[in-house]
């Protein structure tokens, strides 16, 4: 390996200035307390590879705590039109993190989450959090439950190898999104348990959920500062996305074998990890691989919605082909973005998900998964 280094449930270019250049010490602070002994127990706690918690003088202040305003009071509709306080229009292009969860759908545009970066949310009653880190490209979407508890997570303001660190606000343990566990704090070593979430476009997602509704941007939306608002037509990171340097702190040992900005969905399954490029799996059509003993089928939509599902269907292994905008597999045509069968003898069965996060850049996948593996590579 080549490594070199309208409905309710429940602000910030300076900051982004912070996120992206200066590289402050880390100060003091309630987030990082009590942090220095495992919870619970005598065994070192460990996540993926990490031992934790994780050393203090790894953590990057990329932004002070909550400058970057978590979003605390979610506001749906069908769209952006009516709302007078929103000045943008929200378009088909516009990517968003997907939701389906207990027969409700919902979207949030990246367009909110590049600014705000955590929405604490409801469905049904389910307390959930869904989560977006513009440095890594990531989406984690978990049970917004700690020691059995709802809370509401916040923006720390630090950064562990270039990804959003939380804080949760019955502890103010710190957490790492990507691997959605505790790193220093009181919960050290505690998980959340993750729920299935997708990386589309708007005009994607609504076509497959005709039923959906999306985040309003705040100030409709509230936040952990109250009235908060921000210019939502502008992508602060885009040229973050189109170079080729990897967030701030603690990077120096990065995988070379792609390009850091690379889109990748990873799968994990018997301790293999393998991450499939965007590029190979749209040239492909359709892949049909095998990571360890769980069979996968991988694709992407011509919008650029990178998916992978378990190929397996009643306890039987399907081969799946290509047409057009669909999956044919089982004698069935499969939606890409959803994994449902419309038709055929598997017609309303719904494939499960073979990736445990959102696609996001190769950079972030191989620091958090070394020594993973590329599929075509």
Known sequence: MNRRRFLATLG????????????????????????????????????????????????????????IPAITAPVYSDDWSGFDEVSVE?????????VELDGIVRAYPLAILNWHEIVNDTFDGRPVVVTYCPLC??????????????TYFGVSGFLWMSDLVMYDDRTNSLWSQVLATAIRGELTGDTLSLLPATISTWGEWKASHPDTDVL??????????????????????????????????????????????????????????RAYPFDPVSNAGVVNDRVADLPVVVSATTDGTLVAYVRRVDGTVLEFERDGDVLVGGGSRWDIVT???????????????????????????ADFNPGTEIYGA
């Open 90 to 98: 929200l378009d088909d292009s516009f990517e968003v993190v997907g």
């Open 12 to 67: 910030f270019t300076s900051a982004l200035a912070g996120c992206l250049g200066n590289d402050p010490p880390v100060a003091d602070d309630a987030n990082a307390g009590g942090a220095d002994s495992a919870a619970g127990g005598t065994e070192t706690p460990r996540a993926g590879p990490f031992d934790l918690p994780i050393p203090e003088d790894e953590l990057r202040r990329g932004a002070p705590k909550d400058a």
């Open 137 to 150: 490209g990531s989406a984690v979407v978990a049970d917004r439950l700690v020691q059995g508890e709802p």
């Open 216 to 273: 309003v941007p705040p100030p409709v939306s509230g936040t952990i500062r109250g009235r908060q608002t921000r210019r939502y037509e502008v992508n602060p990171y885009t040229s973050y996305q189109q170079s080729s340097s990897i967030g701030i702190g603690f990077n120096d040992d990065v995988d070379e074998r792609m390009h850091p900005k690379t889109s990748v969905i990873g799968v994990t399954a018997g301790g293999v990890a």
């Open 339 to 365: 994994g449902r069968a419309l038709d055929g003898p598997h017609e309303g069965t719904a494939l499960t998900r073979a990736n445990d996060r959102s696609p996001m850049f190769w950079f972030a996948w």
